[in-house]
Nanobody
Framework: QVQLAESGGGLVPPGGSLRLSCTAT????????MAWFRQAPGKERLILAA????????LYTDSIEGRFTISRDNAKNMVYLQMNSLKPEDTAVYYC?????????????????WGSGTQVTVSS
């Protein structure tokens, strides 16, 4: 079991940057594949990036175009999403998710644990 809590969201102007953090509580954090999803109003929840516990198996969705970077610190039970060159269409609730073992995958149904989300609003 792992519990997840996101932080770091807020209001940022277009072109700005934010770093989201996700704190995981529980055991054997490095066994979990960690991922970031987002959900815009009226739209489905979509994956942005995922990273396996070994920090080498990483997945990114094409939609973020190299602007976002996922990283994790297994010693601190933390995963991060660095977001640069933010656009108004990046406005959404951002969620941290985890699955126990395996490789980084895009399939939302494969993630068993979720945080409650943090709002990111990109607006001038």
């Amino acid at each position: 079991q792992v519990q997840l809590a996101e932080s770091g969201g807020g209001l940022v102007p277009p072109g700005g940057s934010l770093r989201l953090s996700c704190t995981a509580t529980g055991r054997a954090f490095n066994n979990y594949v960690m991922a970031w999803f987002r959900q815009a109003p009226g739209k489905e929840r979509l994956i942005l990036a995922a990273m396996a516990g070994n920090n080498r198996n990483t997945l990114y969705t094409d939609s973020i175009e190299g602007r976002f970077t996922i990283s994790r610190d297994n010693a601190k039970n933390m995963v991060y999403l660095q977001m640069n060159s933010l656009k108004p269409e990046d406005t959404a609730v951002y969620y941290c998710a985890a699955r126990n073992g395996g490789v980084a995958v895009a399939d939302i149904s494969r993630y068993n644990y979720w945080g409650s989300g943090t709002q990111v609003t990109v607006s001038s």
